[in-house]
């Protein structure tokens, strides 16, 4: 977040036939592959678990990535030889010695990679966060160069390839999310943003994003917005244009960044989500932030990613997508709720359940159904009022066939 430092499904078959059985694995296969499921783990606070103890937490789970802001060393070589993907960040304050000075990116890959490559698995390098949106032009000028000599850097290394760099952008880098067919990147950044884009497609790395349902919810505070931003059964939210009714938040604005990035050329760049969750308790005044809530949006995220069934833009396959956040920040200044989003508590145990324990995944997910067909559509829209802040809303269960349908509920009838 911000760099604020943040009935039987099977009832509708008439019979069992191969293609059951097929869809029965890949449901389970699904269930049992997730290496779409990451976390943030943040450091403002004072009290969080040594780096070793959360290594061990980690691996008790289903997550197999994990997003730092910066570079420990201490939790990059707790997290070595775990298989569990790093992904290591250069601050905003990096930013113009890395954009000025090759050598300074070497030096800072030769700090803060090499010592702990390969048993640490990093996997990305993101150089700045949110710099687009809040960044001075100056800074915003100095992004592509140091992207571009981190890369360098990495080349030099012979990790050129095994290691992608990108940096990571607010929903309000959109201008226009609503409907998601309309998506566009503000225009007063294109140049800059058309450099990013082309550096991203030509060396593979992801364009990652930060979505927050939650945000949008609390810029237009109604009980059909809630149902909508938690994946709970609701009207929906017509695209004119694609005739696709969304049924979620989430999948309307991943598919708003992706037809941003389609009208810029950029169709191959894929997505990544940095940062997505929603806080469990908050300030008086913090409509929305509680532990309902909280878990009903992880819990049928996390089911709507192990359903594979993707987005209606993007079909059939789970962004990567980081949780926020791993333990609360308790040093972390601002509202109530920025200090509880927390998935562990740092006792390590849970603060609520979603199922990623491995010995726990089925226990306590959430019992609303995460519709795994679009609702009949009603060409009325209903508009969404941007939310303030960061998070610019964008007004779910995507348009996909029975076999992407029938593999959504068995995954979450069979996670283990």
């Given at each position: 977040m911000r760099n604020r430092e943040l009935s039987s499904p099977m009832a509708v078959l008439p019979y069992a036939s191969p293609f059951v059985f097929l869809t029965l694995f890949l449901a389970v296969h699904v269930a049992h592959s997730q290496s779409f499921i990451g976390v943030n783990y943040g450091q403002v606070a004072d009290n969080l678990p040594p780096p070793a103890a959360t290594a061990k937490l980690l691996q008790s789970t289903s997550i197999q990535k994990v997003r730092l802001y910066g570079s420990d060393p201490a939790i990059i070589k707790a997290l070595g030889n775990t298989g569990i993907g790093i992904v290591i960040g250069a601050s905003n304050g990096d930013i113009p010695a890395l954009a000025s000075d090759p050598n300074f990116a070497k030096s800072w890959i030769n700090s803060n990679v090499i010592p702990f490559y390969p048993a640490s698995k990093i996997i990305l390098i993101t150089v700045g966060n949110e710099v687009l949106t809040f960044g001075e032009r100056s800074l915003m000028d100095q992004l592509l160069p140091a992207i571009q000599?981190?890369?360098?850097?990495?080349?030099?290394?012979?990790?050129?390839?095994?290691?992608?760099?990108?940096?990571?952008?607010?929903?309000?880098?959109?201008?226009?999310?609503?409907?998601?067919?309309?998506?566009?990147?503000?225009?007063?950044?294109?140049?800059?943003?058309?450099?990013?884009?082309?550096?991203?497609?030509?060396?593979?790395?992801?364009?990652?994003?930060?979505p927050y349902p939650y945000f949008a919810y609390r810029g237009d505070p109604r009980p059909e917005t809630l149902a909508f931003c938690l994946f709970q059964p609701n009207g929906g939210r017509f695209d004119p244009n694609t005739k696709i009714n969304y049924m979620n938040m989430f999948d309307a604005q991943l598919d708003a960044v992706r037809s941003a990035l389609n009208s810029m050329g950029f169709k191959n760049v894929e997505i990544m989500v940095a940062e997505t969750g929603w806080p469990y308790k908050g300030d008086p005044n913090e409509v929305g932030a509680s532990v309902e809530n909280a878990k009903a949006?992880?819990?049928?995220?996390?089911?709507?990613?192990?359903?594979?069934?993707?987005?209606?833009?993007?079909?059939?396959?789970?962004?990567?997508?980081?949780?926020?956040?791993?333990?609360?920040?308790?040093?972390?200044?601002?509202?109530?709720?920025?200090?509880?989003?927390?998935?562990?508590?740092?006792?390590l145990t849970m603060t609520y359940d979603v199922g990623l324990s491995k010995t726990r995944q089925d226990s306590s997910m959430p019992k609303t159904p995460v519709n795994p067909a679009p609702t009949?559509?009603?060409?009325?829209?209903?508009?969404?009022?941007?939310?303030?802040?960061?998070?610019?809303?964008?007004?779910?269960?995507p348009k996909a066939g029975l076999v992407l349908s029938l593999i959504h509920w068995l995954a979450m009838l069979l996670m283990p």
């Open positions: 000599n981190i890369q360098n850097a990495l080349n030099d290394a012979s990790l050129g390839g095994k290691i992608k760099v990108s940096t990571v952008h607010a929903m309000a880098v959109l201008q226009q999310s609503e409907p998601p067919s309309t998506g566009s990147f503000d225009p007063s950044t294109s140049d800059l943003m058309k450099g990013l884009l082309g550096f991203l497609n030509a060396t593979g790395s992801p364009f990652t994003i930060n949006y992880n819990g049928n995220l996390i089911a709507h990613l192990r359903s594979m069934v993707g987005t209606p833009l993007m079909p059939g396959k789970s962004v990567d997508t980081y949780l926020f956040a791993l333990y609360d920040e308790d040093l972390k200044p601002g509202a109530g709720s920025e200090r509880a989003f927390g998935l562990y508590k740092t006792d009949p559509v009603n060409p009325t829209p209903t508009p969404a009022n941007p939310s303030p802040g960061s998070k610019k809303a964008v007004w779910c269960v």
